[in-house]
Structures are given as C-alpha cells and as structure tokens.
C-alpha cells in the first residue's frame, strides 16, 4: 500500500485495462481479482468502465476492497462537462464512488485544467471521489496548479519504465508529496528482451517483466500493468516475494534514454 497525502491508501500495484475490449473485461479483470489484485486503472476512453464494475460486482471481493480508478476523457474538460462526464462514468461502473479520478492529459493549449481541477474538487467534497488527481501533468502544469489551484493532485500518472525514468517528475513529486503511477511500466512490451534486463532477471531466476514491475516498486512508483493472457496477469502480480539487489538498479537505471512509447503530453490533444 502506498499512502496519499490525503490518507487514503492505494495498492502499489494494480491492473491496468487500457486495449482490453469492453466485452472482454469483465473476464479479465475477474482473472486479476482471483489472483490477488486489488486495483483496476481505467478510463473512459477506454470504454471497459462497465466491465470493471460488472467484475467486481460479480466476483464477491467487497467494493471497499478493490481500489477502482478512472480518468476524465480530453472532450469533457471544463467545470460542467466535468461534473457531467463524472456521473456517467460512476454510473457505467456501478461503484457507488470512485478511490481515485484522475484528469487524463493536461491538454496546455486548451487551457481548461484548472476549470476541470475546480469540478474534482467538488466531485472530491461530495464523496464521489475518495481522491483526486492528475495523469500526464509535466512540471509547468503542476507548478500552475500550485499557483492557481486551492489544492494538490495526491497522484501524477505518468509514462514510466527503464527508457524514460521521468527523473524531473519524480523528484518534484517527491518534493510535494504527490505519488508517481507509472504507465505502460512495460513500455508496452517492448522491454522485455532487452538484454540487461534479461540478465537481471535470469540471475533471479524470473521473467523480464517480473524484473521490470520490481525496479518499479522499490523505486517507490505506483505500477498498474496490463495483460490479456491468465499466465501473465498471474506472473505480472508473482513479484512480492524477491528483491533485486542495488547493482541490478543502478543496471537498470543505467537504461534511461528518455524514449517514449506513448504521446507526449505537451503536444497531445486528441478529442
Ligand atoms: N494515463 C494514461 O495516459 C495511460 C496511457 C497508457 C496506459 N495507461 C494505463 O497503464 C496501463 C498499462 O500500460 P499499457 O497497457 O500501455 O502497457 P504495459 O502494461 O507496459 O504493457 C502491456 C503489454 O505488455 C504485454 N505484457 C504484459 N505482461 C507481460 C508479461 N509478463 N510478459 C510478456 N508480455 C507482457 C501485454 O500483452 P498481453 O496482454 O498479450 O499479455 C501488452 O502487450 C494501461 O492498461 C492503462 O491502465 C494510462
């Protein structure tokens, strides 16, 4: 468990949704509650939220166990849209409330973030939302927040795995408090047969990505992996029980080249 500067507290490791058809979540998010995760990560872009919510409706694990996160889509931001969007999304889940909502990209250009901030708050205030924060945020749209918001996102998810470690982020994160989620922590698969990766993991007898998701939780960061396929969503979750050693950090550490998988979220804005 990690816990946010407002005290609620969120499994370091969670599943993630993004690419699982909407007629296909409701299976697999079940498989992930059966092996042991207690947090999903979607979105209403989505379109899987009502699948999330039918799982965990299905399955019996109590609602209060299972931290569900969602995320505000780019066409609804601004105050209204916002508190609109909301409901529709609580409603597809069927949760009650959400732990964690999240603004998906910050969207500079648009300059509607701190509208949207405004309506979290209020969705925060009037229960619909145990926390609330941000994905996609760079520095200067957290530091405006800082400036011009009456409070702080506890959360910044972010893209994040050995070939861009988002340094700058972290630190500032660190500095205030605000947790660092690491999406596409795998960078989407195409780390796993790098070769210092695949020597790490060897000498602990585990799969590159088992490597992977450990660098991530002793560096501290929020990790919500995806995947399709039982035997990996079983293995993406086998990583509590070894530990690698500080030259196999610094190993990959060493693998920063500050690549993206994903867009970057100073030009991104996809409606
Ligand atoms: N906030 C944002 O803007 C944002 C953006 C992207 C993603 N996200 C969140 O982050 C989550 C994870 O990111 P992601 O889905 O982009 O990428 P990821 O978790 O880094 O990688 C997923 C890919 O890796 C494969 N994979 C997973 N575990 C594996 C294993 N043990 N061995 C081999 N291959 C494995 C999966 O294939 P199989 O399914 O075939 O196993 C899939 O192709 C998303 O689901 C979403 O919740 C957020």
Do not use: C
């Amino acid at each position: 468990m990690v816990t946010l500067r407002d005290g609620v507290e969120m499994p370091q490791l969670g599943f993630g949704v993004f690419q699982i058809p909407p007629e296909e979540t409701q299976e697999k998010v079940e498989e992930a509650l059966a092996v042991g995760y207690r947090h999903v990560d979607t979105a209403a872009a989505y379109r899987n939220e009502a699948g999330v919510g039918a799982a965990i409706a299905a399955t019996g694990v109590r609602r209060e166990d299972v931290f569900v996160t969602t995320k505000l889509w780019n066409s609804e931001q601004g105050y209204d849209s916002t508190l609109r969007a909301f409901e529709k999304s609580l409603e597809r889940l069927g949760t009650g409330n959400v732990d964690l909502y999240l603004i998906h990209w910050p969207l500079p250009s648009r300059d509607l973030f701190l509208d949207t901030w405004r309506a979290f708050e209020r969705i925060q205030e009037e229960g619909g939302a145990r926390s609330i924060g941000v994905s996609n945020f760079r520095v200067e749209d957290l530091e405006r927040l800082e400036r011009e918001a009456e409070t702080r996102p506890t959360v910044n998810q972010i893209e994040l795995h050995p070939r861009l470690q988002q340094e700058e982020l972290r630190s500032w994160h660190a500095d205030h408090d605000v947790a660092t989620e690491a999406w596409s922590p795998l960078a989407q698969g195409g780390l796993l047969e790098e070769g210092t990766i695949e020597t790490v993991a060897a000498h602990h007898d585990r799969t590159p990505a088992q490597a992977i998701l450990r660098w991530h939780l002793q560096i501290g960061n929020v990790v919500i992996p995806k995947s399709s396929n039982p035997e990996r969503i079983r293995q993406n979750f086998e990583v509590f029980d070894f530990e690698l050693s500080e030259d196999d950090m610094a190993a990959l550490e060493r693998l920063d080249e500050g690549e993206r998988t994903g867009p970057n979220p100073g030009s991104f804005d996809v409606a």
